[in-house]
């Protein structure tokens, strides 16, 4: 089954307004006609206004919040809604990055909620999972990500999948200049895949895309993008730099 590749650069705390339009703007005069890749840019809240403006009309890249709370509204200081969103717009959500995991205490049961108010709304959720190294190196890779999966995903229906996209990140690859293996990430991603086949059946399974993150670079994107199972990258560190980010789309594209 064809799934169409989707990069996606997730800013973190970085990039203010005004670097969020120095970067947008070289950038998306090389990407303005549509690509054989979605390309998805994930500014801070604060910048997406800016992003959105910046890149209006532009056929080739989409827009995705880093995060949204489950809640419509009220006493809920510090967060963000799917109305707010609504009115960027944003067409994805990053859901259950490992930094809201492990910074924040986000559990499976929270992101449950959240994956569904953003399908609710109309949003595209990219779901991370990913084990640490201390559960890998322990046996406990499958129980993690099956444990992950199964919770994240609870009560959403096969129809609904279609709007979802998974992003494996084992967290001992965010940030530290640690890649998997091209076959680490294509053995792990290939799981990921049947776990979903148990959850939802073959269709659904072979029609998600499923993103591989953890300090992919141009350098190890071609590899990467190789694997049968890995259908784009999420992307930290390199997506900051409009001509990395750039070279990991082509190396997409490309793959
Ligand atoms: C991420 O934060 O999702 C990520 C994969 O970061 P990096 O590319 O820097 O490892």
Redesign the pocket.
């Known amino acids: 089954m064809s799934r169409k590749p989707i990069i996606a650069a ?1 800013w ?1 705390m970085n990039m203010t307004p005004s670097e969020t339009s120095a970067f947008l703007e070289p950038f998306l005069s090389t990407f303005s006609e549509p690509t054989s890749v979605d390309i998805v840019i994930a500014p801070p809240f604060i910048s997406l206004p800016k992003a959105a403006e910046t890149v209006t009309d532009n056929p080739a890249v989409a827009l995705s919040a880093q995060n949204m709370s489950h809640e419509a509204s009220g006493a809920f200081t510090g967060e963000v809604s799917a109305a707010m969103l609504k009115e960027v717009p944003v067409e994805y959500v990053i859901l259950g ?1 490992s ?1 809201r995991r492990s910074l924040y205490g986000e559990d499976d049961a929270v992101i449950n909620k959240k994956v569904k108010a953003t399908l609710e709304a109309g949003f595209k959720p990219i779901l ?1 999972i990913g084990e640490s190294l201390e559960e890998r190196d322990g046996g406990q890779l499958e129980a993690v990500l099956t444990t992950q999966l199964e919770g994240s995903l609870a009560d959403i229906t096969a129809e609904q999948m279609a709007d979802v996209v998974i992003a494996y ?1 084992p967290v001992w ?4 200049g640690r890649t998997a293996t091209p076959e680490q990430a294509q053995e792990t991603q290939a799981f990921v895949r049947s776990v979903l086949t148990k959850l939802f059946g073959d269709d659904v399974a072979g029609a998600t895309r499923i993103q591989y ?4 670079k141009p350098g190890n994107a071609g590899e990467l993008i190789g694997q049968p199972d890995i259908d784009g990258f ?5 997506s900051l730099d409009p001509s990395s980010f750039a070279d990991i789309v082509k190396a997409g594209a490309a793959g």
């Open positions: 997730n973190k990055h930094e991370c990140e690859a965010i940030g530290t993150g953890g300090s992919v999420l992307v930290g560190g390199a």
